[in-house]
Structures are given as C-alpha cells and as structure tokens.
C-alpha cells in the first residue's frame, strides 16, 4: 500500500485508465491531479475550475482525454499528456455532478444538481442535446426529455430505457409525473402539452 498526499484540501474523487496506468483525483483545491500508479509520480496539475472538483473521467478505453465536472457550473474537457484545457463547458446553472465519456470518446455527458444532463461534441466543445430529468414517487423510474423531440423512461434498478415517449415536433422543455405516477406530461417548443399513460399502468 501507498499513501500520497495528493492534494491541501479533502479529495472528492479518483478514477483510473483502463489499463489501471493512471489515475486522476480531485479536490476541494480547486485541481485535478494525474498521477503514475507504478510509481506515485505526479505527472500533471490541471488548474482552471473557481470551485471544488467533483466529478472525474477519463476517456477510456484510449485514455487521452479527461473531463472534470466542478461546483462552479462548468465541465472541461483536458488533454491528458500536455494538460491543456480543451474546452470549458457551460450550460449547467448549478453544480456540475458527474461526468462520462461515450465509448467512441465522440461525445462526454454532464449532470447537474440543476436536474439537467446535457450531450457535449468532445472535438467541438458545443452543446449536441438537453436531457431534463426527474423521479417518479417511489424512485423506480427516471424520466428525461431532450432536444431531439422525445422523452424517455428509465428503470433506475437496471439502467434500461423501458419506453419511448414520440411524438412532439420540436424540443421538449419540461416534462413531469403525477404525484401517483399514473400519467406523464410533457411540454414542447411546439407549443403542446402531451399526456401520457405510464406503460406498466395500460
């Protein structure tokens, strides 16, 4: 076992590369770090956030890429061999929770204490979609609705999307559960409200 003193202030987190080469932590300090697991070495120092570094990842399986998710709104996607900070996201309008790279290392989603998760292009830094998320009562069920025109329900004990819901012509602004969970609506840019009837209850 090794014991390093990684940061000044209380760490939040750590994450390793898929061959378990590297890792990074962060910290109420405000930095990433990355480190060499063999050795302990810190290998870079990656400053830029104005809050405390909550959510880390990296772009496994390639591992050139990390993201950092902070309290200060914002995620940045970083080079993880010069340390440069590629693009600095903004969207959220509370803390930035968690992080995560798609398999292809195409895309890098972010959630928020704002109910939202929002799809970032890695390449570009742009926003691709809005995902707004809530709980029915009992905590079973996830509901999102996005920008590409539906909204989606998700079994929160298996992570599997259980229904699509289709049928808005534009974006969805909002959606939300009634208090039994009976039924769902949804509110679009086209300027519609959509009632549905939860699947498992037709």
């Known amino acids: 076992m090794r014991s390093l003193r990684a940061h000044v202030m209380p760490l939040t987190n750590c994450v390793f590369t898929k061959s378990g080469d590297r890792f ?21 120092s990656l400053s830029g956030h104005q809050n405390v570094v909550y959510a880390l990842a990296f772009n496994n399986p390639f591992g050139d890429k990390i993201a950092t998710g902070s309290f200060d709104k914002t995620a940045k996607i970083w080079d993880a061999q010069s340390g440069k900070c590629h693009h600095t996201l903004r969207g959220h309008t509370q803390e930035v929770v968690c992080v995560a790279f798609n398999p292809q290392s195409t895309a890098v989603a972010t959630g928020s204490m704002d109910s939202l998760g929002i799809l970032w292009d890695v390449r570009t830094g742009d926003e691709i979609r809005k995902l707004r998320v809530t709980f029915n009562s009992q ?14 329900l998700w ?3 298996s992570g599997c999307c259980t229904q699509v819901l289709e049928g808005h012509h534009d974006e969805i602004f909002g959606s939300a559960f009634s208090y ?3 039924y769902i609506a949804t509110a679009s840019k086209d300027n519609t409200v959509n ?5 498992s209850r037709q």
């Open 180 to 182: 039994e969970g009976e």
């Open 155 to 157: 079994d929160t004990s």
């Open 24 to 44: 990074i932590t962060g910290s109420y300090d405000r930095i990433c770090k990355l480190w060499d697991t063999a050795s302990g070495a810190e290998l870079l």
């Open 139 to 152: 905590g079973s069920l996830l509901l999102t609705s996005s920008s590409d025109k539906t909204a989606r």
């Open 195 to 199: 009632l549905w009837i939860e699947a």
